[in-house]
């Protein structure tokens, strides 16, 4: 196939109908404004059936079509839809080597990743997942899980393990300021929301034919209809909403509660629930509903009951589309939801008197239709005003045009499941070779043993505490633009302005001698944490001296491991030089012992004190981030505020 070469081509991964996702049809509404001045093309998975609804002038072609011609589109702009569902799994290994403009449909991508981990039977990778979201904390659930099938207490709605997806994000678009302060909260700021827009073919169902919907649907004309809208989960809150309507009909409403959407039996029982509350006669399951079906139900209802809890961090295109019909909603006041003005839907706080709020609420809006007409009125109004898709989808187009063209790299550490890597090293024979033409400088560990990577132009390097000859040898013998390298004094940090050096570096080769961690070992690897860039290496050697050292913590290699660990870092290689080993040309002896510790950045969570011999002997999970800093500290330079999730 031939692609048109226009500079204005956007390239955009994401299911589309007959899929029976929401994204799909999400997308397909903004397709006409995607077009008007861009050369749009659409990668769908290998697998889709053939897309229905697809304006001719649109390219819509499979994965692996992209991958054959990924050449042709190295110049476009990337767009991913993300969802926490199988019809977005497949644009997953694109997107972490190829960054682009993510927009990020649920917060929460646990069951995304699972996809990708444990439904692959592959416990490691999953635990490689939680070690990337959660740090060494994360790495022990995860080899919990593995050695002993245990899951802890925890649900999948606490462990988001959205990390990776939006790290290897150029740009991320959300629909709340919920989702973006919970994303900028672990240190992305390349954050925009715009709403979810509301759906142009709300237009063919005026609310005004509410009794005719009935019609069609066989609904009763004179009883009270409640409806929850899409699939039938536990987290809709379904058995709180039946145990309420049990008060409403000893009350003696005349009601219907229609269960408008999916049942998922293996997730939940509803039938169940209905039974145990003795409402069969008062409660409609209807299953998969097709658009006109959904728009019918909608628009037949007197009272919307979405009532999410938790929250994935889901905004919702069922919500959306009801309050722009004018329906009284009822909601959760909670994550997105609470976002909505207090008289545009009525919102229940979710503490420990939620049942008896709810069944309040309930009984009070089913006994006064004003009200639910007030709410309908002013919440048609609010979304016109600020959902409507022209206005949204020009605010992605100006998020896309603001993003650069993607250069296909390995983007996160938790992308290893590519075979992909950033980094090359000399052979240390070739290395030897090299230097024995360049410096008589008695270097250290890590040269010895070729552990530093070979350049790549434009990579931001970070030296601290080396030497002036030492320096040099990056550029002549490694290939590192010299434009790209700051050597630094790790204790002149304070006075360079630390946050010109926040999450900026992709190689950070450091010397400390063991005396600077005496006191809190966490803290200062925590700070080297703070300056690399993601999937970062650091290459840290420690020189021993042969005095005493009196530590407030251990200090051997082992628990070093362990430190590094707890600070983010996945540990690739350890290596030790006595002092009385040598670097063959060079004829002076080593005047320390040495230890050359080389890892991988893996997470911005910090496990603060790590060992039960460490001060406080509680391990707290703490996250960096450029927001949580605060003064100087005398004691090592820079101090973190660091506060508990």
Same mark, same amino acid.
């Given at each position: 196939m031939l692609f048109n070469n226009n500079e204005n081509k956007i390239v955009v991964f994401c299911p589309l109908p007959p899929k029976p996702n929401g994204i799909a049809d999400y997308f397909l509404e903004q397709v006409p404004y995607f077009s008007q001045n861009h050369n749009l093309n659409i990668v769908i998975e290998d697998n889709h059936p053939e897309p229905i609804g697809v304006p001719s002038y649109v390219t819509v072609i499979r994965l692996t079509e992209y991958l054959q011609n990924r050449i042709e589109f190295s110049h476009a702009k990337h767009v991913y839809h993300v969802g926490n569902n199988h019809d977005t799994q497949y644009l997953l290994p694109v997107l972490l080597s190829t960054p682009g403009v993510v927009i990020v449909h649920d917060l929460n991508l646990h069951h995304l990743i699972g996809l990708t981990t444990l439904s692959c039977d592959s416990k490691p990778s999953y635990t490689e997942a939680l070690a990337y979201q959660y740090g060494r904390l994360g790495k022990l659930l995860g080899q919990q899980l593995e050695s002993f099938g245990w899951k802890g207490s925890f649900s999948p709605e606490e462990l988001e393990l959205n990390a990776s997806v939006l790290d290897s994000a150029s740009q991320i678009i959300v629909h709340s300021q919920y989702s973006a302060d919970r994303i900028m909260a672990r240190g992305n700021t390349n954050v925009s929301v715009i709403p979810h827009h509301l759906a142009p073919t709300? /237009?063919?169902?005026? #609310?005004?034919?509410k009794n005719e919907y009935r019609n069609q649907l066989g609904l009763p004309q004179d009883k009270l209809i409640f409806t929850s809208m899409g699939f039938i989960a536990k987290a809709k809150q379904i058995k709180a909403v039946l145990t309420a309507l049990i008060e409403l009909d000893k009350s003696g409403i005349d009601f219907v509660y229609v269960l408008a959407g999916q049942c998922k039996p293996h997730e939940y029982d509803v039938y169940a629930d209905i039974q145990a509350a003795g409402l069969r006669d008062k409660v409609i399951v209807t299953g998969f509903l097709n658009e006109q079906e959904f728009y019918q139900h909608i628009g037949a209802t007197d009272l919307i009951i979405n009532l999410r809890y938790p929250t994935g961090g889901e905004s919702s295109g069922t919500l959306t589309r009801a309050l722009g019909?004018? $329906?009284?909603?009822? +909601? $959760?006041?909670i994550g997105p939801f609470a976002e909505l003005p207090d008289d545009v839907a009525c919102k229940?706080?979710?503490?420990? @008197?939620?049942? +008896?709020?709810l069944t309040e609420s309930l009984l009070k809006l089913a006994n006064n239709s004003d009200e639910r007409? /007030?709410?309908g009125i002013k919440a048609k109004g609010w979304i016109e005003r600020t959902h409507h898709i022209e206005v949204t989808t020009k605010q992605y187009l100006e998020v896309i045009a603001s993003s650069t063209a993607p250069s296909i790299k390995h983007s996160c550490a938790f992308s290893e499941q590519l075979n992909v890597t950033d980094n090359y090293f000399l052979p240390k024979a070739l290395l030897k070779q090299k230097l024995e033409h360049e410096t008589d400088a008695n270097l250290g560990l890590a040269w010895r043993e070729s552990l530093i990577p070979l350049g790549v132009s434009g990579q931001d390097t970070l030296l601290l505490n080396t030497a002036k000859d030492e320096e040099a040898l990056f550029s002549s013998v490694l290939q590192y633009g010299t434009t790209d390298i700051t050597a630094v004094d790790f204790d002149s940090l304070a006075e360079d302005n630390y946050f010109q050096h926040w999450h900026k570096y992709k190689v950070v080769y450091a010397i400390f001698p063991i005396a600077t961690f005496i006191d809190d070992p966490v803290y200062l690897l925590a700070i080297l944490n703070g300056l690399c860039n993601t999937a970062s290496t650091l290459v840290l050697t420690i020189k021993i001296d042969h005095q005493d050292v009196d530590s407030a913590v251990p200090l051997n290699q082992q628990v070093f491991i362990e430190y590094l660990e707890a600070a983010g870092f996945k540990v690739t290689n350890v290596e030790t030089a006595e002092k009385d080993i040598n670097? *063959? #040309? +060079?004829e002076q002896l080593y005047h320390q012992s040495q230890w050359c510790f080389t890892g991988q950045l893996i997470s911005r969570m910090v496990d #603060?004190?790590?060992?039960?011999?460490?001060?406080? /002997?509680? @391990? *707290?999970a703490i996250l960096?981030?450029?927001?949580?800093?605060k003064s100087m500290s005398p004691k090592c330079g820079i101090d973190y505020m660091m506060e508990p999730l």
């Amino acid at each position: 196939m031939l692609f048109n070469n226009n500079e204005n081509k956007i390239v955009v991964f994401c299911p589309l109908p007959p899929k029976p996702n929401g994204i799909a049809d999400y997308f397909l509404e903004q397709v006409p404004y995607f077009s008007q001045n861009h050369n749009l093309n659409i990668v769908i998975e290998d697998n889709h059936p053939e897309p229905i609804g697809v304006p001719s002038y649109v390219t819509v072609i499979r994965l692996t079509e992209y991958l054959q011609n990924r050449i042709e589109f190295s110049h476009a702009k990337h767009v991913y839809h993300v969802g926490n569902n199988h019809d977005t799994q497949y644009l997953l290994p694109v997107l972490l080597s190829t960054p682009g403009v993510v927009i990020v449909h649920d917060l929460n991508l646990h069951h995304l990743i699972g996809l990708t981990t444990l439904s692959c039977d592959s416990k490691p990778s999953y635990t490689e997942a939680l070690a990337y979201q959660y740090g060494r904390l994360g790495k022990l659930l995860g080899q919990q899980l593995e050695s002993f099938g245990w899951k802890g207490s925890f649900s999948p709605e606490e462990l988001e393990l959205n990390a990776s997806v939006l790290d290897s994000a150029s740009q991320i678009i959300v629909h709340s300021q919920y989702s973006a302060d919970r994303i900028m909260a672990r240190g992305n700021t390349n954050v925009s929301v715009i709403p979810h827009h509301l759906a142009p073919t709300i /237009a063919h169902y005026p #609310r005004k034919l509410k009794n005719e919907y009935r019609n069609q649907l066989g609904l009763p004309q004179d009883k009270l209809i409640f409806t929850s809208m899409g699939f039938i989960a536990k987290a809709k809150q379904i058995k709180a909403v039946l145990t309420a309507l049990i008060e409403l009909d000893k009350s003696g409403i005349d009601f219907v509660y229609v269960l408008a959407g999916q049942c998922k039996p293996h997730e939940y029982d509803v039938y169940a629930d209905i039974q145990a509350a003795g409402l069969r006669d008062k409660v409609i399951v209807t299953g998969f509903l097709n658009e006109q079906e959904f728009y019918q139900h909608i628009g037949a209802t007197d009272l919307i009951i979405n009532l999410r809890y938790p929250t994935g961090g889901e905004s919702s295109g069922t919500l959306t589309r009801a309050l722009g019909m004018g $329906v009284c909603c009822l +909601v $959760v006041n909670i994550g997105p939801f609470a976002e909505l003005p207090d008289d545009v839907a009525c919102k229940l706080d979710y503490d420990d @008197s939620f049942q +008896v709020l709810l069944t309040e609420s309930l009984l009070k809006l089913a006994n006064n239709s004003d009200e639910r007409t /007030a709410y309908g009125i002013k919440a048609k109004g609010w979304i016109e005003r600020t959902h409507h898709i022209e206005v949204t989808t020009k605010q992605y187009l100006e998020v896309i045009a603001s993003s650069t063209a993607p250069s296909i790299k390995h983007s996160c550490a938790f992308s290893e499941q590519l075979n992909v890597t950033d980094n090359y090293f000399l052979p240390k024979a070739l290395l030897k070779q090299k230097l024995e033409h360049e410096t008589d400088a008695n270097l250290g560990l890590a040269w010895r043993e070729s552990l530093i990577p070979l350049g790549v132009s434009g990579q931001d390097t970070l030296l601290l505490n080396t030497a002036k000859d030492e320096e040099a040898l990056f550029s002549s013998v490694l290939q590192y633009g010299t434009t790209d390298i700051t050597a630094v004094d790790f204790d002149s940090l304070a006075e360079d302005n630390y946050f010109q050096h926040w999450h900026k570096y992709k190689v950070v080769y450091a010397i400390f001698p063991i005396a600077t961690f005496i006191d809190d070992p966490v803290y200062l690897l925590a700070i080297l944490n703070g300056l690399c860039n993601t999937a970062s290496t650091l290459v840290l050697t420690i020189k021993i001296d042969h005095q005493d050292v009196d530590s407030a913590v251990p200090l051997n290699q082992q628990v070093f491991i362990e430190y590094l660990e707890a600070a983010g870092f996945k540990v690739t290689n350890v290596e030790t030089a006595e002092k009385d080993i040598n670097f *063959e #040309r +060079v004829e002076q002896l080593y005047h320390q012992s040495q230890w050359c510790f080389t890892g991988q950045l893996i997470s911005r969570m910090v496990d #603060r004190y790590p060992l039960p011999q460490y001060p406080q /002997a509680n @391990s *707290e999970a703490i996250l960096l981030t450029q927001k949580g800093m605060k003064s100087m500290s005398p004691k090592c330079g820079i101090d973190y505020m660091m506060e508990p999730l």
